[in-house]
């Protein structure tokens, strides 16, 4: 089989094996070169749109084209989106031209395959029209041959609007009520919803080519789908079976099955139907944290008789089972990801688009998120239903990293319609998808929505009942099943297994897996968090304000003001600014500037992740899955991210890293504190409850150890403990009593360190309060901090040393790029504290000493 990319620097050629190899060229650097231009002739007076072709990047999309050759400025910066409006009421054309290899031109089909197009487009070669697209969700393949000239070809794409689409069409189902879009009327269309607006992202409703498109041209055959069952008997042995089904139907072909690891030959297996390989005492891949991720090279070819291959098909595999066990147990019915026969706790986050305009993301961008991920301990993402399916690159990157992948269909919030055209279309759409990624060794579960049963009152009523079931209780099941290799499904997040069961939270702590918002959209007090035993969390979060590097990326220094227009823009969550003020003001003093608000607001973030992540951990094995809202961001916003638009790790992150930690200590303070009429203060706190939490593979000896200070810096006492850490144990080692210590000191002037240790070597830290830390004393101190270069000048140590308590220390080293072991840490008087840097350029020690800055929260405060 012969592939040409139409995409290629200057027409090149590329030859692939396979269709599923076609995103190398993009990989490879090649960038996509044709044209565009508003299609059409209507002229309006002050219309930006082009009419001349100008150059256009494939893959990408109309308003990065737009952005290119300076007609329209950065989207994202200032209120630029309020400008732009324009763009999706326009329809644009695209041509490329290009020539066929001799090659190509040579096999009996060539097919011009487009794995993603957004989204309703007609497709022209050479003036005859070969096909319409409607789903950006699905690829399209169509056999062009008897349309190709050798020489000089052209393509052009027209694409319609989809805002003129949506309301030619309002007629065909109008939702009872809708969520996010802010205009209305995007489920009509499948294309990424949160283009049309969501609560976190600006409205783009963009048009284009965002995913590869290419020539395939084959002779006698070729795969149209392999599909790869792990079904292995034990531990010693696993079993690969592939079965293939060709494009056109042929007799007495062989299949012939190589199994490789690192260039070695591992299994080889035959058949003339489907093959079965057989890999002895495997390499199994595990979710980061519990092992390897080893991947095994598998070819199959088929041959005739006489050994001539008329098709090959490859791909990268790795070695697991993972099942969603959903039990009868003793608090209802088990939700819990079993991988390799092993129980795993998910740790995670939601994951939505990585940038507003998906198409021609490299992989580097999604390494960067990805990598940040496993470095904060998490070992699955959920791939959020109002984004996209993702790119290859991700799910390489997923299965690389072992990073278990909880995947939804695309959709999200509002009810879906489901007359017969758009089921049809939703049918394709699934299918491709489901053979696309069916063999992912990442993908642990399809999920047919997001929160459609949990906010849509309507699915009472059984008009919609009936519609929404046709969607996600029969079609995509039935797809998972047929095409999905024994993946398993699940209707909806939230779901708890049965309409019987509703939305309650008292249903969420017996089965099926929660979305709790209460803290939040209801605003309830974080420590609400630990009022629910829920069985699996896949969303809940705290937003905070965008970072003031990532600010300046998008707003002139006088536009900063947090409540000034710009910033106003980039908050998308209508009550969102007033919410992050009223969770600081519970908890932290005045700040000195909006800088230190900011900070506040991050600092508020990571507490309230903390405070659910490490109550969900403790209830391990009756919860079995924490999936935060949200890990990353499609521009620059305040939002509920970790990780801001530009790569920058919140303070949440650094807190994801030790809440996310195999081995964990954590503190469960019962009892509250709060103000009664007058604003006295009242508390029933007098014990703190030390927890061990433990996930790592292999049992660990361990010492846990608190000590109690006085805010001045006294140690008050400590104590200590020797215990056992066994795998996906969490136990509460010990109680310690404060009402004497509370009563001689007061509860303000009370913070207690709790540790574990392994081997000598603390694992897990962290510090107690007893009170709000608005009400204790910080003291300001001086901070020493010594400064070592290990090997060039890009690796240096830094240790801070503290004469007093500071609480979320943290340092920044400038504007360059560097890596640090850890930040907003805790310091503790006397307890030198050290951190690994790694910076993107070299700096000499002088250099690196004038760019630090440090603080902890009391610097933040008037
Ligand atoms: C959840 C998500 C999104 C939303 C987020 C924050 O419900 O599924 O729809 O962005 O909350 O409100």
Redesign the pocket.
């Known amino acids: 089989m012969k592939q040409q990319s139409l995409t290629g620097n200057a027409w090149s050629f590329r030859l692939h094996s396979h269709a599923s190899t076609s995103a190398q060229s993009a990989r490879d650097g090649a960038l996509g070169v044709g044209q565009f231009r508003k299609a059409g002739d209507t002229d309006r007076s002050q219309d930006l749109a082009p009419r001349n072709w100008l150059p256009a990047e494939v893959p990408g999309c109309v308003h990065k084209d737009l952005q290119r050759n300076q007609i329209i400025p950065d989207p994202f910066v200032g209120t630029n989106e309020l400008r732009l409006q324009w763009i999706e009421e326009r329809d644009w054309e695209y041509r490329l031209r290009f020539t066929p290899r001799a090659e190509v031109l040579d096999e009996d089909v060539i097919e011009l395959v487009a794995e993603g197009v957004d989204t309703f487009a007609t497709f022209t070669l050479n003036g005859v029209e070969i096909g319409e697209t409607e789903n950006m969700f699905t690829g399209y393949r169509w056999n062009i041959k008897r349309h190709l000239r050798r020489g000089s070809n052209e393509l052009r794409v027209v694409f319609k609007s989809a805002m003129r689409y949506i309301r030619e069409n309002e007629a065909r189902f109008k939702p009872p009520c809708e969520f996010?879009d802010p205009v209305g009327g995007g489920i009509l269309v499948r294309k990424q919803q949160c283009q049309f607006g969501?609560?976190?992202a600006p409205r783009f409703v963009t048009c284009g080519l965002w995913r590869e498109i290419f020539l395939e041209g084959w002779s006698e055959n070729r795969f149209a789908h392999v599909e790869v069952v792990q079904n292995h008997p034990s531990l010693e042995t696993a079993r690969l079976r592939l079965k293939p089904k060709l494009q056109r139907a042929a007799r007495g072909l062989i299949f012939e099955a190589t199994v490789m690891l690192n260039g070695r030959v591992v299994a080889t297996a035959s058949g003339t139907d489907e093959v079965e390989a057989e890999v002895a005492s495997p390499e199994w891949w595990w979710p980061a944290g519990l092992g390897g991720q080893t991947l095994y090279d598998v070819t199959l070819a088929a041959k005739t008789p006489g050994g001539r291959t008329v098709a090959e098909w490859h791909r990268r595999l790795g070695l697991r089972t993972v099942v969603l066990e959903r039990e009868p147990d003793r608090w209802g019915e088990s939700f819990r990801f079993v991988v390799n026969g092993r129980p795993i706790f998910m740790k995670g986050a939601n994951w939505i688009p990585a940038h507003s305009f998906v198409g021609g993301l490299d992989r580097a961008r999604y390494a960067r998120d990805l990598r940040a991920a496993v470095e904060a301990n998490f070992n699955c993402l959920r791939v959020?239903g109002?984004g996209v399916y993702e790119s290859e690159d991700f799910y390489d990157l997923c299965d690389e990293l072992g990073l278990l992948v909880w995947q939804d269909f695309m959709f999200?919030?509002t009810l879906y319609p489901s007359d017969r055209k758009f089921l049809a279309t939703v049918e394709a759409e699934a299918v491709y998808q489901v053979q696309r990624l069916h063999h992912r060794t990442c993908l642990a579960l399809w999920c047919g929505n997001?929160?459609l049963v949990q906010v849509n009152r309507s699915l009472q009523k059984a008009k919609y009942r009936r519609g929404y079931e046709k969607l996600f209780h029969d079609l995509l099941p039935r797809v998972v099943s047929e095409w999905g290799a024994g993946a398993g499904y699940w209707p909806s997040s939230q779901w708890r297994g049965d309409w019987k069961y509703g939305n309650d939270h008292p249903e969420g702590e017996r089965r099926g897996d929660t979305?709790f918002?209460e803290v939040w959209?209801a605003r309830c007090p974080v420590r609400d968090y630990e009022k629910w035993n829920f069985r699996f969390v896949s969303?809940f979060?705290m937003q905070s304000f965008s970072s003031p590097k990532v600010q300046a990326t998008y707003c002139a220094p006088h536009e900063t003001n947090l409540f000034g227009p710009v910033n106003e823009n980039h908050q998308k969550?209508r009550a969102g600014n007033q919410i992050i003020l009223d969770y600081v003001f519970r908890r932290y003093r005045f700040p000195k500037d909006q800088n230190a608000l900011v900070h506040l607001s991050q600092l508020n973030q990571a507490y309230a992740m903390q405070v659910a992540v490490e109550h969900y951990r403790r209830l391990m094995p009756r919860c079995m899955g924490t999936i935060y809202?949200q890990l990353n961001d499609c521009w620059p916003v305040a939002s509920?991210s970790s990780i801001e638009f530009t790569g920058n790790w919140k303070v949440l992150h650094f807190a994801a890293r030790r809440f996310y930690a195999r081995a964990l200590i954590t503190a469960q303070v019962p009892g509250e504190e709060t103000a009664i009429t007058g604003n006295y203060r009242r508390s029933t706190v007098d014990e703190v409850h030390v927890w061990t939490v433990y996930d790592a593979p292999v049992n660990a000896a361990a010492e846990v150890e608190w000590e109690i200070y006085h805010v001045d810096g006294r140690s008050l006492g400590r104590d200590g403990k020797r215990v056992q850490l066994r795998y996906g144990e969490s136990r509460r080692q010990c109680t310690v009593k404060l009402r004497k210590l509370m009563a001689e000191h007061g509860r303000d002037n009370l913070v207690m360190r709790i540790s574990l240790a392994i081997d000598g070597r603390c694992v897990s830290e962290d510090t107690v309060f007893l009170v709000p830390p608005r009400f204790i004393e910080l003291p300001r101190g001086a901070t020493q901090v010594a400064m070592r270069r290990v090997g060039d000048e890009r690796h240096y140590t830094l240790t801070f040393t503290s004469e007093v308590f500071q609480h979320r220390f943290w340092f920044d080293l400038g504007d360059g790029a560097y890596e640090a072991s850890d930040n907003f840490f805790e310091l503790y008087p006397k307890r030198p504290k050290t951190i690994q840097i790694t910076l993107a350029q070299p700096l000499s020690e002088a250099e690196l000493r004038d760019q630090l800055r440090f603080g902890s929260l009391v610097d933040s405060y008037v």
């Open positions: 996010n969501w609560d976190w959020w109002g999200s919030c997001n929160e979305h918002w959209h969303e979060g969550n809202w509920w």
